[in-house]
């Protein structure tokens, strides 16, 4: 049993934000703050670059993190980190890699100093998760600072059953609370809805998210692309220490780059003739 102050004096430090990445401002200008040790929903409908998104944004950050991986194989994940840091698009990282020699030789030194470790295997299942975390503090003697899971719906037995995924999300927002570990997790909104037909670009709002479990973390964001500008808009649809906008109509833009699994700021948004851009690097800010 504790006490409002003891309580809040033992948990302090989880609730402190995530280190900022420069690509999000127009999110954190939203007043979007996501925190340690919370539990992170990132919704979307298909083809709406969410393991992409999610990638970057852990791998920006630069946190000790171990990503569960259910919807991309083992090349594809690993490929698209690659093309993140070097620039390359994932075609060279994969024609690279054939090639073997200095090539393979970059790609492999470009991974070598991210914090990150892999967990491939479908469906998830909770014994995976106790072993991978076994064997995590066996190595490091601590949990990870940030754990993804993709997705929600690569749990087993929670492929179409919501008793199950409500379970999922219990079991995680338990893993969040014990272990101190932030908890993203990815999951589908509805592709069949009037919203999804009528302006497939834009957000889904809360209640387009499927089974309505965007309610249960502390933050849930919606993501969608446009892929005539690759304008990519998110918006911050559950936020319990902050402000948020259920229907998705107020959300902020950034620049997808989605052939090098980058993000980046939009100053302005323009259709793009092809989808090679210039790229300025991505800096972390500290918060």
């Known amino acids: 049993m504790l006490t409002p102050a003891r309580?809040?004096?033992?948990?302090?430090?989880?609730?402190?934000?995530?280190?900022?990445?420069?690509?999000?401002?127009?999110?954190?200008?939203?007043?979007?703050?996501?925190?340690?040790?919370?539990?992170?929903?990132?919704?979307?409908?298909?083809g709406t670059q969410k393991s992409g998104f999610a990638l970057f944004w852990t791998a920006?950050?630069?946190?000790?993190?171990?990503y569960f991986s259910a919807d991309m194989s083992a090349f594809t994940a690993s490929s698209r980190l690659a093309s993140m840091?070097?620039?390359?698009t994932t075609e060279m990282v994969e024609a690279g890699m054939g090639a073997g020699g200095r090539h393979r030789q970059e790609y492999l030194n470009s991974l070598s100093g991210l914090p990150f470790?892999?967990?491939?295997g479908s469906p998830i299942t909770w014994k995976a998760v106790d072993e991978e975390?076994?064997?995590?503090?066996?190595?490091?003697?601590?949990?990870?600072?940030?754990?993804?899971?993709?997705?929600?719906?690569?749990?087993?037995?929670?492929?179409?059953?919501?008793?199950?995924?409500?379970?999922v999300m219990s079991g995680l927002t338990e893993l969040a609370r014990s272990t101190g570990a932030t908890v993203i997790v990815l999951h589908h909104a509805s592709?069949?809805?009037?919203?999804?037909?009528?302006?497939?670009?834009a957000p889904p709002s809360r209640d387009q998210v499927k089974g309505g479990l965007s309610?249960?973390?502390?933050?849930?964001?919606?993501?969608a692309l446009d892929p005539t500008?690759?304008?990519?808009?998110?918006?911050?649809?559950?936020?319990?220490?902050?402000?948020?906008?259920?229907?998705?109509?107020?959300?902020?833009?950034?620049?997808?780059?989605?052939?090098?699994?980058?993000?980046?700021?939009?100053?302005?948004?323009?259709?793009?003739a092809s989808p090679s851009q210039p790229w300025s690097p991505t800096a972390v800010i500290n918060s």
């Open 117 to 120: 470790t892999f967990s491939f």
């Open 85 to 88: 840091m070097t620039g390359d």
């Open 7 to 46: 309580s809040l004096a033992l948990h302090a430090e989880s609730g402190k934000e995530l280190p900022r990445v420069e690509a999000f401002d127009a999110l954190y200008g939203m007043g979007c703050r996501p925190r340690h040790g919370e539990v992170i929903m990132i919704a979307g409908r298909s």
């Open 229 to 272: 500008s690759h304008e990519y808009r998110v918006a911050v649809i559950k936020q319990r220490m902050g402000p948020c906008d259920p229907t998705a109509r107020r959300y902020a833009s950034m620049r997808c780059h989605p052939e090098v699994t980058r993000f980046s700021k939009l100053e302005r948004v323009v259709p793009i």
């Open 191 to 201: 592709d069949k809805s009037w919203e999804a037909k009528s302006d497939p670009w």
């Open 133 to 167: 975390l076994e064997a995590w503090v066996e190595l490091w003697d601590d949990y990870p600072a940030v754990m993804v899971f993709d997705n929600l719906m690569d749990f087993d037995g929670a492929e179409s059953d919501y008793t199950e995924q409500m379970a």
């Open 215 to 223: 309610e249960k973390p502390e933050l849930s964001l919606s993501v």
């Open 60 to 66: 920006m950050m630069a946190l000790p993190t171990l």
